[in-house]
Nanobody, 124 residues
Framework: QLQASGGGLVQAGGSLKLSCAAS?????MAWFRQPPGKERESVAA???????SYAGSVKGRFTISRDNAENSVTLEMNNLRFEDTAIYYC???????????????????????WGQGTLVTVSS
């Protein structure tokens, strides 16, 4: 199970931090988001043995980091834009699976567990 926290309402240019904790060992964790009226899209991902990947729209503004001991991940979002408004979902690739390669990090199908989603609203 995944437990996500953070999110809320922020003005454009502001910052927010999202956190997500897994109940067991994971190989990688990621954040995806679903803007209003659109399909879910990738945001950022991190592999426990090293390596991160970011969607082009957030690169340079968002930072994903992990806490190995806590099996958790944090997404720091800076310089938020109106178009960042979305429900953000965390996802995890379970520890019992085969390893994940870099090219799979932003692929939704690579993840087994999903959090309940947390709403981020950026006002313009």
């Amino acid at each position: 199970q995944l437990q996500a926290s953070g999110g809320g309402l922020v003005q454009a240019g502001g910052s927010l931090k999202l956190s997500c904790a897994a109940s067991g060992r994971v190989l990688a964790m990621a954040w995806f988001r679903q803007p209003p009226g659109k399909e879910r899209e990738s945001v950022a991902a991190i592999r426990w043995r090293g390596g991160t990947s970011y969607a082009g729209s957030v690169k340079g503004r968002f930072t994903i980091s992990r806490d190995n001991a806590e099996n958790s991940v944090t997404l720091e979002m800076n310089n938020l834009r109106f178009e960042d408004t979305a429900i953000y979902y965390c996802a995890a690739r379970d520890g019992g699976r085969n390893g994940i390669i870099s090219s799979q990090l932003l692929v939704q199908g690579a993840y087994d567990s999903w959090g309940q989603g947390t709403l981020v609203t950026v006002s313009s």
